[in-house]
């Protein structure tokens, strides 16, 4: 936050300066959702340190808060236990559209004090932790894409307006709240713009330290939903609405930095070479992670600004990952993930895939020129989350930087979504064979 609380005694100074009479303790569940619990102000102040309970089940269930888990973590058999919310107050901020109501951050832990490895939060955080070892922290730049829709959940606008200003114009309501809201909630934003698709909108989130750009998309995404249906507005993140329209991706722009604040690749080639290496070594294995669910496959086709091949080139938009910028701008934007992946997770997986290539030493990847949809000699992404979850379920790569027991978490939740989805009858079903069979 802008007015970053440090210690107890600047939270209390924050809460009575600031008038704040309700606080929302939040935290991204595994589908990357912010949920948690609303307490009275007074309530936290008794009882800062402490923490509050909740049940371990958002970690495990899917995105319909559907709870199937077996995982001794959380499962049933296991006693669903309780795990604890404890604030990161260096997240607190007021909700500007809701004064008198503020948010924090928290990170999960048991009842013993030690944290929960599988939250989405930690996962990322130990990726970084193990960034850090060799000498490096991360930066990342995110751009998210969304559909805005009116209350019959059509697009609240039609056509193709990629970066109309008139037609940011014409609904600046919605675009002038969305913008000064996020900025006054403490998320820098570089744009927000209109995008390919009709009603569609794109959100790119200012370059900064990875886990706060991932704290800040995670919570940009839910106040964004928020704001939206306090003007009788939708805002879905689903990664392809129709068929016929463009696809919501989530871009990453990421680059690594010394100790004494350098752009890592701008300074040593090699460096920008191994991270771009295991950035493609790992792209296909950790594939489910920035593409989690079945409708998240729908928008990867040719010729349509979504990859299909894993491949990298400078300025090149036709291929899985783009080399972009010179000097200090010197950075790499993987293009894979879809909008509805966990932040922390598409962000973690980056991250631990380029650090494979530097752990590795991998050997530096060919640039690709002209047009990677139709260059057959580079690797086919996944193109449904069966094929993508079939990598990930023997990805020794995703046990080694994020750990066996949410490698299998995750694996039964990404099946879960493929069994349900291959279970349900839908429309177009009925109107293909209902009268013809």
């Known amino acids: 936050m802008s007015n970053c609380a440090k210690d107890l005694e600047q939270v209390k100074e924050y809460i009575k300066e600031h008038e704040i009479d309700s606080v929302e ?100 955080k130990n990726v970084l932790e193990r960034l850090g070892k060799m000498g490096y922290t991360a930066k990342v730049g995110s751009e998210i894409e969304f559909y805005l829709l009116d209350g019959d959940k059509t697009p609240l606008f039609g056509g193709k307006e990629t970066y109309s200003i008139g037609k940011a114009g014409q ?65 879905s993140f689903m990664a392809r609405l129709w068929d016929t329209e463009s696809g919501s991706g989530y871009h990453l722009h990421q680059s690594l930095w010394t100790g004494d604040g350098k752009n890592a690749f701008a300074e040593d080639k090699t460096v920008l070479d191994k991270y771009m290496a295991g950035l493609l070594a790992g792209t296909n294995e950790f594939m489910a992670l920035v593409c989690p669910t079945v409708n998240s496959y729908k928008r990867l086709t040719d010729m349509s600004f979504a990859p299909t091949k894993v491949g990298v080139g400078f300025d090149n938009r036709t291929v899985s990952t783009r080399l972009v910028g010179r000097g200090n701008s010197t950075r790499v934007e993987q293009r894979t993930g879809a909008a509805d992946a966990n932040a922390y997770f598409l962000i973690a997986a980056n991250i631990a895939a380029g650090l494979y290539g530097l752990e590795n030493q991998l050997p530096a990847p060919t640039l690709i020129e002209g047009n990677g949809y139709h260059n057959a000699s580079l690797p086919d992404m996944p193109r449904t989350l069966a094929a993508a979850a079939e990598l990930f379920d023997k990805s020794e790569k995703a046990v080694e930087y994020f750990g066996k027991e949410f490698v299998e978490i995750f694996s039964e939740l990404i099946h879960f979504d493929i069994g349900v989805h291959n279970t349900t009858v839908s429309e177009w079903e009925r109107d293909r064979y209902l009268e013809n069979s």
């Open 171 to 235: 609904f600046s309501n919605i675009v002038d709240q969305l913008q000064r809201n996020l900025e006054a909630f403490g998320i820098p934003l570089e744009a927000i713009h209109t995008e390919y698709g009709p009603g569609q909108m794109e959100l790119i989130l200012e370059y900064s330290d990875a886990l706060a750009s991932a704290d800040n998309t995670v919570i940009a995404r839910n106040a964004i939903k928020e704001i939206a249906r306090k003007n009788g507005l939708y805002a």
């Open 25 to 124: 303790i939040g935290f991204a569940d595994i589908n990357g959702a912010i949920i948690g619990k609303r307490l009275p102000a007074r309530f936290l102040i008794k009882c800062l340190t402490a923490g509050t309970g909740v049940c371990r089940a958002p970690l495990t269930w899917d995105i319909q808060s559907e709870y199937f888990s077996t995982s001794k973590f959380a499962g049933f058999e296991y006693g669903a236990s309780d795990m604890i919310l404890k604030p990161d107050y260096s997240t607190l901020r007021e909700i500007p559209w809701r004064k008198g109501t503020a948010f924090v951050l928290a990170d999960l832990e048991i009842d013993t004090g030690e944290r929960i490895q599988v939250a989405p939060r930690q996962v990322l």
